[in-house]
């Protein structure tokens, strides 16, 4: 797996497809529910901020360590004890979202298209893809990336592109009319859309210029936040915090309102919705690697086994919710748990690199 290496523009194409991309068909409504004002965007850009400063502090913690994988870097900072606990939650974080990813995923494309399909009937094939992607390695899910990411943003572009003639500047003012309230209680609901930042902590070290990390993984991170900040701007845009606010899927609704002349392509969603899915498999197959990387460093083997056996933990927990509020908790908890494993805790590290470790170890 260490042999593995991926360039500057595979890794910018990785860490936009690991963002958390199953939000973003609901993300606009789950901002408007909680400001009940036009102040949108404003929460998710301070947010998407602060996600960028996580990219920095991970990229430095590998950059401190070159030639050692995170799960690696752990232990010689925290010890044999205390090491390999911190991996083992970050191997669970990893797996506890890909099983929101598909659960949420399978919910939506189960209201929208197979109604009368049980969701384990589209959970099950889903997770055998996965298996099978990641099993080819690194390589093979790069170049997957690298084929389809630049589809999805020119599909995501058009879909805002045609929506601009329904644009009304209006419904985005005023801004501020409340002060800095309904910004800060939208916050509170976009820690799971902002996450991806982690994806360096294990692509730093596949990279062939790791030197070269924090250019990759801002431009990758911002790619994604930028979409996400787009796609909320312009649904409210278009819409009204009124309107999203009683919307399940604000996103599906803003897609089906386009009218193309000519009628070439009368149902935009349809699109939309296709590579939307191939998204949601990009997101999950990359956090399933990322969870596979640290069973094999546990266990020191690296085979089928490592990919295949795991998905029967990860089917369970997929579908264990039984509802959309158990869905919604869980979806919460492991948005504030990526927050603290994924950049709470990558800070603690570094801190404790610069105190003990002054020099950059080999």
Not at 34 to 61: C, E, H, M, R, Y
Request: hydrophobic share 55%; proline share 5%.
């Amino acid at each position: 797996m260490r042999h593995e290496k991926i360039s500057t523009i595979q890794t910018v194409f990785t860490v936009a497809s690991t963002v958390y991309a199953v939000e973003i068909v609901s993300l606009p409504r789950r901002i408007a529910e909680k400001t009940q004002t036009p102040d949108v965007w404003q929460g998710l850009f301070l947010a998407s901020l602060l996600g960028l400063l996580v990219v920095l502090i991970n990229v430095s913690l590998c950059r401190r360590f070159p030639g050692k994988t995170f799960y690696e870097i752990t232990t010689l900072i925290a010890g044999k004890v205390i090491g390999p606990i911190i991996n083992i939650l970050f191997i669970g974080y990893c797996l506890l979202t890909c099983s929101m990813v598909v659960r949420m995923m399978a919910e939506f494309i189960k209201v929208l298209a197979l109604e009368r399909t049980p969701v384990i009937a589209i959970i099950l094939p889903f997770l055998l893809l996965v298996g099978y992607l990641t099993s080819g390695g690194l390589h093979v899910m790069v170049r997957l990336v690298e084929l389809f990411i630049p589809l999805t943003l020119v599909v995501f572009l058009l879909l805002v592109i045609f929506n601009l003639n329904n644009f009304n500047l209006d419904n985005l003012r005023p801004v501020f009319h409340e002060g800095w309230g309904p910004v800060f209680r939208s916050m509170e609901v976009v820690p799971f859309s902002i996450l991806g930042f982690e994806s360096m902590l294990i692509l730093t070290n596949f990279m062939v210029n790791p030197q070269k990390a924090w250019k990759a993984g801002a431009i990758g991170y911002y790619i994604a936040m930028g979409l996400y900040l787009l796609m909320v701007t312009m649904v409210i845009g278009c819409m009204s915090v009124e309107e999203v606010s009683r919307l399940q899927w604000p996103v599906l609704s803003f897609a089906q309102q386009i009218e193309i002349p000519g009628a070439f392509l009368e149902r935009f969603e349809l699109l939309f919705i296709v590579l939307w899915t191939i998204k949601i498999y990009m997101t999950t197959a990359n956090y399933y690697f990322y969870f596979a990387a640290g069973v094999s460093h546990l266990t020191q083997k690296w085979n089928r086994y490592v990919y295949y056996l795991p998905l029967i933990i990860l089917f369970v927990i997929v579908v264990y919710p039984d509802n959309f509020v158990e869905i919604d908790n869980l979806n919460k908890f492991t948005g504030y748990f990526g927050v603290f494993i994924g950049a709470l805790i990558p800070l603690l590290l570094l801190v404790i690199s610069y105190i003990f470790r002054p020099r950059k170890l080999g």
